[in-house]
Every structure is written in C-alpha cells, then in structure tokens.
C-alpha cells in the first residue's frame, strides 16, 4: 500500500502539518526534527501526493519555465537546473514554450488556464518583454528572472556579461589578432547589448579601431551563424577570429570554415559564449565563457519558490564567469 503522510508523522513522532512544512522545505523547523521526519520518508518510501497537496493549499504545486529562446542548449541546460529545484522542493515542471508578436499573449493565457502553474521561469528574451511582464503584474503572478536587462526591483539570477566579454577578447588580443569579428545575438536580447558592450570596450582598451563590417547579425540558432559567418569570411579582408554571442552560432562557424579548407584555429580563431554541451563536443573544443546555465535555473527557481510562500521574499542573484580557453583560438598566422 502507498505509504499516508499520517504513517511519516506517526513514524517520526510529530505532527502531520510539521512534515508538511519539512517536505515544503519551510523555515522555523529543528534540525533534528526535520532529520526524524526525513528518514522517516526515506524508510516508507513516502511520495507527497500532489493532487491533494493542491486541493488543501490551493496551489498546483507546478513551475512552467516560458520560453521563445531559439537556442536548444541554452534551454536544456536551464531546464536541468529548473529540475534539481523543483524535485528538491516538491514541485513539478512544465515547459510553456509561447509564440513571438501576436501569438506571445495568446499562448501565454492558454498556459495559465490550461495548467495553472504557481509561478513562471522567463528567460531571455521574455524577460524584457513588455507583453509578458504586464499580463503576469496585472494577473499578480509570481515570476523569476534569468538575465533581465533591468535587475531593479526583480528576482532572479544574472552575471556580469560585459566583463566576460572584454577579458573573453582581452584572450585573442594577447594571441596577436587585431581583426577580431563578432556574431551579435537578437536585438531584443539583453545579452545581446552586454556582449556586444563587452566586446566594444574591449577593442577600446587594445588600441583597435571599431569595424561595423565586422559585426553581424545573429539569432542564437546554429542556422543564423552559417549566415553570419558566410557574411564575415566573404569580405575582402575576412577576420583572423571570430567571437559568436553564443556556442551555438560558434558551431556554425566551425561548419563555414571547414567548408572552405579553413582549419580552426590555424586559419580562424573562433570562441563562442555559455559553455553549453556542445563547446566540448566539437573538435578542436571551443574557447568561450563558462555561463554556469543550469546553476542559473536552479537558483531562479529557488528564488521564485521563495516568493511564492513570502510575497516579500527572493532577491536578485549574481553568479560567477570563467573564461575557458580551449583549443579554438590561436595566434594568427601571417597572411
């Protein structure tokens, strides 16, 4: 038989509602009782029933992570931090992936009748979106932030972008480039203006002359890069390295160069920015910034599970960078 919330109070000698707060992870309870009552759920094999849960708290104990973010990677790794959050606390995921300009309000309410989340997950570039923010405000529902171009006032997680760009270039001025391309994200992506930032200061700092032929237009998607680094590689004098806003676009940097009898990084240096999968799956492994991804979705689903059980409560979160280097980026070879 399935083992009853009565069974782990009896077991563990407390009162049903003191194992309702330990496995809702709530504050004011003992160390030591709330180690009785989880190795009283361990021994029973005890599983919350999350039906019930919602008819006696009026809560559908659910988190939806809203998304149009084109970049697989970028969205898995957040789901996989999303995860370890919501199974820590008890609560279930669902993924309310919404449509972009008229479709963005439509799919977003159908979310809310359909599934009845207890708060939202957003993600760039719906953390910005104005749509977005004013349906979830007017409705009173509890949201995270990851990466919001405007942190006020907002919970969630973010990271100093800017910084991470200008030491990822920083690198390849060190390496000896000095025609140094860069594969913009959407204009609508705070990201976008911070890497896009990060990668003008740098030149500033190095002496070098801004070149808008070298700075391009991307999606995030590997199919924005293919035309991205078409773009950059046909100029009459094409870089001797190219920075991606994300791994992604990277990537499809690596498919351009092989196609024309360029190798990485003897002929182009290429670096990308996240550190998602896949910067460690190509040959050679891509230089980029270490974005701890999935960090950044437990922690926004931390925070926001703060919010809903205190109005008052959660905070916005700055995580760490790192610059990897790998074996993407070289010095440049004479031409």
């Not at 959660?314 to 031409?335: K, N, Y």
Request: some cysteine; glycine content about 8%; aromatic content about 6%.
């Amino acid at each position: 038989m399935r083992s009853r919330i009565e069974d782990v109070a009896a077991i563990a000698g407390v009162s049903i509602k003191t194992v309702s707060r330990v496995l809702n992870n709530e504050p004011n309870v003992r160390v030591e009782t709330r180690d009785r009552v989880l190795a009283a759920v361990s021994r029973l094999g005890y599983r919350p029933n999350l039906s019930a849960r919602s008819l006696a708290g009026q809560r559908s104990y659910a988190l939806a992570l809203v998304y149009n973010n084109p970049s697989r990677n970028y969205l898995m790794e957040i789901q996989n931090g999303m995860l370890e959050a919501c199974h820590a606390n008890h609560y279930n995921l669902i993924l309310g992936p919404v449509g972009i300009g008229r479709r963005t309000l439509p799919d977003l309410a159908a979310l809310f009748e359909n599934s009845r989340p207890d708060g939202v997950v957003l993600i760039p570039p719906l953390t910005d979106d104005a749509v977005v923010l004013a349906y979830l405000e007017d409705n009173e529902i509890p949201f995270s932030s990851i990466a919001p171009r405007h942190p006020e006032g907002r919970i969630g997680v973010r990271m100093d972008e800017t910084t991470a760009v200008v030491e990822l270039i920083g690198h390849l001025v060190a390496q000896g480039h000095r025609r140094i391309a860069h594969i913009k994200g959407p204009r609508a992506h705070g990201a976008c203006q911070w890497r896009l930032a990060g990668y003008r200061q740098a030149l500033r700092d190095a002496g070098i002359e801004y070149d808008p032929a070298l700075v391009v237009n991307g999606q995030f998607s590997f199919e924005s890069g293919i035309e991205a680094a078409n773009t950059l590689l046909d100029l009459p004098e094409p870089p001797t390295a190219i920075f991606a806003a994300n791994d992604d676009m990277a990537a499809a940097v690596f498919r351009v160069a092989g196609q024309r009898g360029l190798r990485v990084p003897r002929d182009l240096s290429v670096c990308g920015f996240d550190d998602t999968p896949i910067a460690g799956h190509i040959y050679p492994a891509l230089t980029t910034v270490r974005q701890p991804t999935d960090t950044m979705g437990r922690l926004a689903t931390e925070q926001l599970i703060e919010r809903i059980r205190s109005p008052k409560a959660g905070r916005m979160v700055t995580v760490d960078h790192a610059v990897l280097v790998r074996e993407s980026t070289h010095a440049p070879r004479r031409r």
